[in-house]
């Protein structure tokens, strides 16, 4: 991939994956998704649309994504 081709070909997957990442965060915090579910799919999605391998998801980790998410009360 030349540099010029980077931005329209991520941006798109970016856009899917933020959406899916606020879906999980929701799902979590409601209780319908355990914290650990959550990082896996959080983990899955990155992986998916992405193609990341295992070392570099530890880079991002889903947990601490989770982890910092805001309780609503």
């Not at 880079?59 to 994504?65: C, L, Q």
Request: hydrophobic share 40%; no cysteine; proline share 8%.
């Amino acid at each position: 991939m030349k540099p010029h081709e980077f931005a329209p070909t991520i941006e798109p997957k970016w856009q899917v994956g933020e959406r899916l990442l606020k879906e999980v965060k929701a799902s979590v915090e409601k209780g319908h998704l355990t914290p650990l579910d959550g990082a896996r799919l959080i983990s899955s999605i990155t992986a998916t649309l992405f193609g990341y391998d295992e070392f570099i998801l530890r880079e991002i980790s889903p947990e601490t994504w989770l982890a910092s998410a805001p309780t609503r009360r």
